[in-house]
């Protein structure tokens, strides 16, 4: 049995189904189970969230592997798996991190010192963990979708490069990781084939769906002073424009092999996910 974490999310649920088509017997922690129909019919679910260590016991009780996710902020969460995980003798557990969580220096990305902690805090546990640390998610191209629609994208990034990586990708490093050995105390830097521009990424969105797209450049700062303007707290706002600062000084613009060496099949294109996702933009 393997729990998965953020299991209706943009990896958690290609890491379940994966698993679930493998054969593996699956548990899914959800928040919300109606959220979980678009998972395969015998995939067990959990309802809890990581903010209760009790349900986080419970979901983690027979389990062998745990794939964990977070969304909030800080360490705690960590720690209530690892406790949990602890109690019940699970012998592994995969960290989806982030690529900035090893770019320093920190200062200069608070995001990825976040990450960063939380690595730390399970390196510190005692416990078999593997680290996969993803490039800029495909998916997150979905948040200019109701630009791309609009017909004009308002980016900060510059020419700065991402190694832009479909989830699936990161999904099945996951289950490499969670299903075989030799995998405990590593850590991965998961990209895509190639580093794009979010120019380069809005013109490929343009020739997939055959919309015509302005783009326009625009400044960290201006572009977080908008979203205070639009209603982000400031202190959020201020985290963005550090996120965006990193990102346009193209230090995430480098590509690595690790999903073809430990996959043995080679990560796909921003342009192949495009294609899978075309109608969201349309």
């Not at 990896?11 to 698993?19: D, I």
Request: net charge negative; hydrophobic share 40%.
């Amino acid at each position: 049995m393997i729990l998965v974490t953020g299991a209706t999310g943009n990896v958690g649920g290609p890491v379940a189904r994966q698993l679930h088509a493998l054969g593996h017997s699956v548990r899914a922690l959800v928040r919300d189970p109606s959220r979980a129909a678009g998972l395969p019919a015998g995939i067990e679910l959990a309802v809890g969230d990581l903010d209760d260590p009790a349900g986080v016991s419970k979901a983690v009780q027979g389990v062998e592997a745990v794939f964990l996710m977070q969304v909030g902020g800080g360490t705690e969460q960590t720690r209530t798996v690892i406790d949990a995980a602890r109690d019940a003798a699970a012998p592994k557990i995969v960290l989806l991190s982030s690529v900035g969580a090893r770019l320093l220096p920190l200062e200069e990305n608070p995001m990825g010192a976040i990450v960063a902690a939380r690595e730390q805090v399970l390196r510190e546990s005692g416990l078999g963990v593997t680290y996969l640390r993803p490039n800029s998610f495909a998916s997150n191209a979905l948040w200019w979708r109701d630009s791309v629609r609009a017909g004009k994208v308002v980016d900060p990034t510059g020419d700065g490069r991402r190694g832009v990586i479909d989830p699936e990708d990161i999904a099945r490093v996951a289950v490499v990781a969670l299903t075989q050995d030799g995998h405990v105390g590593k850590g991965y830097f998961l990209t895509g084939p190639e580093g794009l521009t979010s120019r380069e990424q809005v013109e490929i969105i343009a020739a997939v769906t055959g919309r015509s797209i302005d783009f326009e450049d625009v400044t960290p700062h201006e572009f977080a002073q908008a979203a205070v303007q639009r209603g982000t707290p400031p202190a959020e706002a201020h985290l963005i424009e550090r996120l965006h600062e990193f990102l346009r000084s193209g230090r995430a613009g480098f590509v690595t092999d690790d999903v073809e060496n430990i996959t043995g099949t080679a990560p796909r294109t921003f342009r192949d996910w495009c294609e899978r996702h075309a109608d969201a933009f349309r």
